[in-house]
């Protein structure tokens, strides 16, 4: 988002010069295998310690007279799911792993065998410790179905064994542990088993095909869960909260390699947000584009008058429009480039706050990291590129010169979309199918 305050995105957009594909090679593994949004929990990207115990579970022309622009029918957008209370994890295992394959599909059929046998109770009402009542057992009903370590299910009155299930629960569906069943967790609480067997399904479905190249260093965009993980010898070193591709502009399932990382980039505006935001925005505003530093060029590199252009003419997204860089650049001061068929990759953004909303499905499709420097710090520890620290990076984004810095060993990374999945000790995790994928394969939503 601009600093004039327009809602322009900086997604899927052109790279500044268009690379060569980039394919990871696979390596020989197995087949891999949304309260109130001021209450997100506060994200660092300090290193990942532990998990909480938890049981296994062409030049255009001149204008003349400008002809008006013709009224699209638009669509009406989907609404976003409901924010969630979310809270960025801290375990060090990452989402996902050589085995994730496997250990999603047994989950899977764990969860069938719940559904075969009649799934679990609705809870339905709000509860917190004190609470006693038939409500309670039902609640040790409902937890018990899916967390082997609750033994005593006809208990009446809240203790503090029931408080800290309710947190494992909390933790495996990326909620703040409150230990209170209210808001997000009663939300989730009461998703029928049916469901949650669904997305675990559906998710294995989608790795089957996702021969991702591994390594001892990578990274993982898990787009339900708003995260990035950066992995190094199979733990989560680092972990930043995410903002992805809104419902209609959905962050694709992708694997690809970093290869660069760029500092105080351009940004090259695509076809889609010409016609569809700054042309209107044109229309109203003359000076729009000389107030968000947006320059106009034409086929041959030329700069253009942005006032000689018909913006009413579907010939008006036949120019380039780049952004300076500088603080109003709509990709901030770190772009990571990861060639790849969708012309997306992660960045920074000027509009930071938005990392604080529990609800962060807001992009056109790329990746926006919180902590983005210390992320490219990482990438350019000396292992992967030049050694250039968080001080180092800083130094150059304030010198206001641009630079791309480039890898000397690519580092894979993967955007996946894992609604439901298992790690590697049997826990299992769910997160809101925000894109409708899983009813797309089957199952509607209950």
């Excluded at 990207?45 to 049981?55: E, G, M, Q, R």
């Excluded at 006032?307 to 772009?335: C, K, P």
């Excluded at 997306?344 to 902590?371: E, I, K, W």
Aim: aromatic share 6%; net charge neutral; glycine share 4%.
């Amino acid at each position: 988002m601009l600093a004039t305050g327009a809602p322009l995105r900086a997604e899927t957009a052109t790279p500044e010069s268009p690379p060569a594909s980039a394919q990871p090679a696979p390596t020989p593994v197995a087949p891999p295998a949304p309260a109130a949004p001021s209450e997100a929990a506060p994200v660092t990207s300090a290193p990942v310690t532990s998990a909480p115990p938890v049981s296994a579970a062409p030049a255009a022309p001149q204008a003349t007279n400008p002809a008006p622009a013709q009224t699209a029918v638009k669509k009406p957008k989907p609404k976003p799911a409901p924010p969630r209370e979310t809270a960025l994890s801290d375990d060090p295992t990452p989402a996902l792993q050589p085995q994730t394959f496997f250990t999603t599909s047994k989950a899977a059929d764990r969860y069938r065998q719940i559904v075969d046998r009649g799934g679990w109770p609705r809870v339905g009402v709000a509860l917190r410790p004190g609470a006693k009542g038939a409500a309670v057992s039902t609640l040790r009903r409902r937890l018990a179905a899916e967390d082997d370590s609750i033994v005593d299910t006809a208990k009446e009155k809240w203790d503090a064994d029931l408080t800290a299930a309710v947190k494992r629960f909390q933790y495996r569906l990326g909620l703040k542990q409150t230990g209170v069943v209210a808001g997000a967790t009663l939300r989730e609480l009461d998703v029928p088993a049916e469901t949650r067997f669904h997305q675990l399904e559906s998710t294995a479905q989608r790795l089957t095909a996702f021969d991702f190249a591994f390594g001892p260093r990578y990274i993982v965009v898990n787009i339900p869960s708003t995260a990035v993980d950066a992995v190094e010898d199979d733990r989560v070193v680092r972990r930043y909260a995410a903002i992805v591709g809104d419902p209609e502009h959905h962050s694709p399932e992708l694997q690809a390699k970093v290869v660069a990382v760029n500092i105080n980039p351009t940004w090259t505006v695509p076809v889609s947000i010409i016609k569809n935001e700054i042309a209107p925005k044109m229309l109203k505003d003359p000076t729009y584009l000389q107030r968000s530093h947006i320059r106009v060029l034409n086929a041959q590199r030329e700069e253009v008058d942005p006032r000689s252009i018909n913006w009413a003419s579907e010939r008006a997204a036949q120019y380039t429009l780049r952004q300076d860089s500088g603080a109003d650049n709509s990709l901030g001061s770190i772009r990571i480039s990861m060639p790849n068929s969708h012309s997306v990759y992660m960045h920074d953004t000027p509009s930071r706050n938005l990392f604080a909303n529990d609800y962060r499905f807001l992009s056109h499709g790329c990746v926006r990291v919180q902590g983005v420097v210390d992320l490219a710090a990482w990438l350019l520890d000396g292992e992967s590129g030049p050694q250039m620290s968080k001080d180092d990076i800083n130094a150059k984004i304030a010198s206001g010169e641009r630079e791309e810095v480039r890898l000397t060993q690519h580092v894979p990374v993967a955007w996946v979309y894992m609604t439901g999945w298992a790690s590697a000790d049997g826990l299992v995790h769910f997160r809101d199918d925000v894109y409708h994928l899983d009813e797309i394969s089957g199952i509607a939503e209950q």
